[in-house]
Structures are given as structure tokens and as C-alpha cells.
């Protein structure tokens, strides 16, 4: 494994540093934290006084956006120090300075309780081996503080992404079809719909707010699950 996180780390690298700039946050996520929804509504005065943690920064996109809502206390991961030394470098060209740390769904460089807020986006399924998702849900809930929040994205299995996988049983799949060609070989949880989401995220989280996105962009199919939960 550790050797295929080496190759995912190289060939992020390699990708980001042809583009010189910072990718827009998703539009999906500015909506959940600034937008305001029959079901869904963040209170924003919040945000100056509470943490915030984005696991997997990649390119740093999101802390750029949750920086410019306040955010008292903003940090991050990924998962080699190569991948956070380009983060770092790309976000301190915009003068901020977030706490970005080496770590992973298993296993985050943070103390018990540290955080109000934690975004997992198009992240949390990325498993080291068959069943390790359960570990992931310990590792979100033992970082966020009594009450904090929970912000998920995770591919439908009708997203571009999932074609062609290998099903390895028990809701893991075998990425075969990667359409930026660095993530083939990696093992992700796939989920058959929402319930099946919000089953696995149960007992640690609760007070579920879901949408859906079905995005079909010129042929292109990025379908998306978006959860909101409270751990407890």
C-alpha cells in the first residue's frame, strides 16, 4: 500500500504542477456553507469563532474559499509530505497560511475533539484495504468535537469515475477508469445509494441533510451524494 501511495503522491504532483494556479472550490460546497435550502442552512456568524479541517486539500481550492468565510481556525491533510508542500506553496501565494499536515482517512495528526467542522470532499472512500471504512468513520467522529459537523461528497455509482470497476464485494470497488489516469489501482468504498451512506455513517453521526447531484456535463456524468451530519 505504501508503495501505491507513493505513485498516487508522484503523479498528483506531477499533475498540479503543470497549473501554475488554484482550481475553484466546488460550487457544490460554496452552496452548502453559504447557501440556504428548505432543509439545510448553515448560521455563518458561527464561522468566526469555530475549526474547520479539510481532509485531502489536494490543491488547496476549498481553503482558499473557507478562509474568505472566517473561519477562526482552518487545517488540512493529504497524504505525503510532497502533496502538502505543494498545497502549501499554492495556498501562501494568496498570503494564507492554514495548517496542512501529512495524514489520512485512518489516521489524522489531530487531537480528540479539535475540530467544529470537518469537509471530507470526494475523499472519505479512498481505503487502504477491503473493509477499512468503518476505521474512517472512528477517525472523522474522534477529531470532531461533541456536535460538529460533517461535510461529505461521494461519487454515485453512476459517476464517470465508477465505470469499469472491479466490484471486490462488500461495498468495495477497484478503480479501473480514471479520468485523470493517477488513481487506477486505488481500492474506494462505493455505496449503492444514500441509505446505504447514511447506514455506515450511523451510530457515530446522526441528524442526517442530504442532497443529490446529477451533473451531465456534455456527456460527462459527475453524480454526487452530499451529506451534512452531526456526530452523536
Not at 460546497?29 to 479541517?53: N, T, W
Not at 492554514?98 to 470526494?122: H, M
Not at 455506515?200 to 451531465?216: G, H, K
Request: proline fraction near 4%.
Amino acid at each position: 500500500m505504501a508503495e501505491q501511495i507513493d505513485e498516487m503522491s508522484r503523479n498528483f504532483v506531477e499533475l498540479w504542477t503543470r497549473d501554475s494556479g488554484i482550481n475553484t472550490p466546488s460550487e457544490d460546497l460554496v452552496r452548502i456553507f453559504k447557501g440556504a435550502y428548505p432543509h439545510h442552512r448553515f448560521d455563518a456568524s458561527d464561522y468566526p469563532e469555530s475549526s474547520i479541517c479539510d481532509l485531502s486539500v489536494g490543491d488547496g481550492r476549498n481553503l482558499l474559499f473557507l478562509t474568505g468565510l472566517g473561519f477562526d481556525r482552518i487545517a488540512g491533510t493529504e497524504i505525503t509530505q510532497a502533496m502538502v508542500d505543494l498545497a502549501t506553496e499554492k495556498v501562501e501565494a494568496f498570503q494564507i497560511h492554514p495548517d496542512i499536515q501529512v495524514g489520512t482517512n485512518l489516521s489524522t495528526p489531530f487531537n480528540d475533539g479539535e475540530f467544529d467542522y470537518l469537509v471530507s470532499w470526494n475523499s472519505c472512500y479512498y481505503v487502504e484495504n477491503v473493509g477499512d471504512f468503518p476505521a474512517h468513520v472512528d477517525e472523522f467522529a474522534r477529531i470532531l468535537r461533541p456536535g460538529g459537523t460533517l461535510v461529505l461528497s461521494i461519487p454515485m455509482m453512476s459517476h464517470r469515475v465508477l465505470d469499469d470497476c472491479d466490484d471486490l464485494d462488500n461495498g468495495y470497488s477497484l478503480l479501473r477508469n480514471d479520468h485523470y489516469g493517477v488513481r487506477n489501482g486505488t481500492i474506494w468504498r462505493t455505496f449503492k445509494d444514500i441509505d446505504d451512506i447514511t447506514d455506515s455513517l450511523s451510530p457515530s453521526f446522526s441528524e442526517f441533510r442530504t442532497a443529490a447531484i446529477t451533473d451531465d456535463m456534455f456527456g460527462f456524468s459527475y453524480h454526487h451524494h452530499l451529506v451534512v451530519c452531526q456526530k452523536g
